[in-house]
């Protein structure tokens, strides 16, 4: 059977690490070219040399760069089929105590980065007149979330809604965009998260694999392997699609 992305070129941003460094070793096992950005060098560098994909350092939070992704993916693989926006920021603010800068940095990172991103694919597949996929990894918070993830939440929810409006304009340009509304994930990032917000002891991940109905967190390869899924010819005519990659059912009630 052929690899799901033989022949594909993906750009992964927000790969060094997490679910998107799992998403990079995915889509090389797969059969594709691929870069993904980061802005940590040596973990970069270490993934890079792992796999083989093209590390490209970059600050998702500057516009300028996130378009730069791109072409910085096009000049040294040729061109770009695949985008992948896993970056994400999840430091923590509520409603009462974010301030302007979290507020910012939390648009910057999680909404205003895959857009121009977005931007620049789309353009540069436009004038290949190719077609081509999109995957946003979101968050299932963006139905609402916890009262600690106002900005956070705020900004998701938005690119949500990016992610229909993009693939609603550029459906017939056979650019296919889809976004992942994933959990609870077990990563180098919650980690350190649910250390530094939540006083975890080392038992944190015991402890919430007794409170979720699965008796497990999400797991990063898990939702590698759906994200390379929905960036393959397999995934078919999709676009448009949230998806809620999770174990709780939004809007059901005990």
């Not at 690490?17 to 059969?31: D, F, L, P």
């Not at 190719?130 to 690119?159: C, D, E, R, W």
């Not at 919650?190 to 250390?195: I, L």
């Amino acid at each position: 059977m052929r690899p799901l992305l033989e022949d594909k070129v993906v750009l992964v941003n927000g790969g060094s690490q997490g679910v998107g460094a799992g998403i990079v070793r995915a889509a090389v096992r797969e059969g594709a070219r691929v870069a993904f950005t980061g802005r940590r060098t040596d973990v970069g560098e270490q993934l890079a040399a792992d796999t083989g994909a093209l590390f490209v350092r970059a600050d998702l939070s500057d516009p300028a760069q996130a378009r730069g992704s791109v072409e910085q993916a096009v000049a040294a693989l040729g061109r770009v089929d695949c985008l992948v926006n896993a970056a994400g920021l999840t430091s923590r603010g509520s409603l009462l105590d974010t301030t302007p800068e979290l507020f910012d940095a939390h648009i910057a990172i999680n909404l205003r980065a895959p857009f121009f991103a977005m931007q620049a694919a789309v353009r540069h597949l436009l004038d290949r007149a190719a077609p081509g996929t999109v995957v946003n990894i979101i968050t299932s918070s963006a139905h609402g979330g916890q009262p600690f993830l106002a900005p956070y939440v705020a900004a998701k929810a938005g690119l949500v809604g990016l992610t229909r409006n993009a693939a609603h304009a550029h459906r017939w340009d056979r650019i296919r965009i889809n976004g992942l509304n994933i959990g609870w994930t077990d990563t180098e990032g919650e980690e350190a998260t649910q250390r530094e917000f939540h006083g975890a002891g080392d038992d944190w991940r015991e402890k919430a694999a007794r409170s979720v109905p699965m008796g497990k967190l999400g797991q990063v390869d898990e939702i590698a392997d759906f994200v390379v899924f929905l960036l393959s010819d397999r995934s078919g005519v999709v676009t448009g699609s949230v998806i809620d990659w999770d174990q709780n059912v939004f809007g059901g009630l005990d």
